[in-house]
C-alpha cells in the first residue's frame, strides 16, 4: 500500500476481534511513535502501551462518553504530555497519536482516538484524573487520548478521493 492508498484507508475501528496484537506489532507502533515530531525536540511526549484487559476495561469507564468500547481492544495506547516541558504539549502529542494510528493501519489492524483531555465522568470527574490514579501517572503529565488498537472485526470502506470534502480548501484566501 503506498502512503496516499493508506491515508485514504484509515478509518476509525471500534470493533475488534479476540486476537492479540503481536509484541511485533507493538514494538513497531513504539517506534513510530518515538519519532514524531514534537516542538523544539522537547519530546514532551510519554506512552502507556496497556494489554492488561482489566486496565483497558477501567480505561473505558474513565469517560462516560465515546469510550466504552475500548473495552474490547486488545491494546490500548495511553498518549501523555508533560505539561511543563512545552505549552504545545497537545499537538506534540497529537502527532504521535495519529502516527501510532497510522502505523497501526500500515499493520492491518484498526484503530479509533479516544478523547480524553477535556471529557470525564458524570460525576464531575476529569478522565486524566481517573487515568492518572488508574495507571500512576505524576503530576505534570496530562493525558491527550488512548489510541485502541486491535484487529478489525470488520473492514471499512475507505475514503475515495472524488467525494473528498474539498469545500474546506481554500487557495490564496479563505
Ligand atoms: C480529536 C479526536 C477525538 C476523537 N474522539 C473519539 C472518541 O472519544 N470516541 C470515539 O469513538 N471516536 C473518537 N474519534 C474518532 C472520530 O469520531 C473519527 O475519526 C471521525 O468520525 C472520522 O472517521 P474516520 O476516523 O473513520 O475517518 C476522535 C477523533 C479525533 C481526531
Not at 42 to 65: G, H, N, P, R, Y
Not at 68 to 76: E, G, K, N, Q, Y
Amino acid at each position: 500500500m503506498n502512503f496516499t492508498e493508506l491515508m485514504l484507508s484509515r478509518r476509525s475501528c471500534r470493533k475488534f476481534t479476540d486476537a492479540k496484537v503481536t509484541e511485533s506489532q507493538i514494538e513497531a507502533l513504539k517506534q513510530v511513535a518515538l519519532c514524531a515530531p514534537t516542538s523544539k525536540n522537547c519530546q514532551s511526549w510519554e506512552f502507556i502501551f496497556v494489554t492488561d484487559a482489566a486496565l483497558i476495561e477501567a480505561l473505558s469507564k474513565s469517560k462516560s462518553q465515546g469510550a466504552a468500547f475500548l473495552a474490547s481492544a486488545p491494546l490500548a495506547v495511553v498518549v501523555v504530555g508533560n505539561t511543563a516541558r512545552t505549552d504545545v504539549w497537545v499537538e506534540d502529542a497529537s502527532i504521535a497519536a495519529t502516527f501510532i494510528q497510522l502505523k497501526a493501519e500500515e499493520l492491518g489492524l484498526g484503530s479509533c482516538w479516544v478523547q480524553m483531555r477535556e471529557r470525564g465522568t458524570d460525576d464531575g470527574r476529569r478522565a486524566t484524573d481517573n487515568i492518572a490514579e488508574l495507571l500512576g501517572i505524576p503530576s505534570g503529565y496530562e493525558v491527550e487520548c488512548v489510541i485502541a488498537v486491535g484487529h478489525k472485526l470488520h473492514e471499512r470502506s475507505p475514503y475515495e478521493v472524488d467525494k473528498l470534502p474539498t469545500e474546506h480548501i481554500h487557495e490564496n484566501k479563505f
